[in-house]
């Protein structure tokens, strides 16, 4: 199953819902891409192995840490886990748009 395309992906932190608008171009066993939300727009690249997507980014607000993540996408939806650092992990969601 493709990644590639636009997503609009939503994390349930701590801190309520965080969306964020994602673009995917996956190429053999990785993927780059952009996102954009309301922590500003970041470049990212990942792996790619079979339907799990897998990628690491490293945020300053609102408070440095990085965070983890992991995507199996199924059709035009995914699911997944954001490791947030010393804060645990948080379910994830997306949707192709």
């Known amino acids: 199953m493709s990644a590639d395309g636009n997503w609009k992906i939503t994390i349930q932190s701590p801190m309520g819902a965080q969306e964020v608008e994602a673009k995917i171009a ?25 339907d799990t997507l897998t990628w690491s980014t490293a945020i300053t607000q609102p408070m ?27 379910p994830l969601t997306g949707v192709r748009v």
Do not use: C, H, W, Y
């Not at 954009?36 to 470049?43: K, V």
């Open 26 to 50: 996956t190429n053999g066993d990785t993927f780059t891409g952009t996102t954009s939300g309301r922590m500003g727009d970041q470049t990212i690249e990942g792996k790619v192995a079979g």
């Open 64 to 90: 440095p840490m990085t965070l983890e993540f992991s995507a199996t996408v199924a059709g035009d939806s995914m699911s997944g886990n954001v490791k947030l650092g010393a804060f645990g992990s948080a």
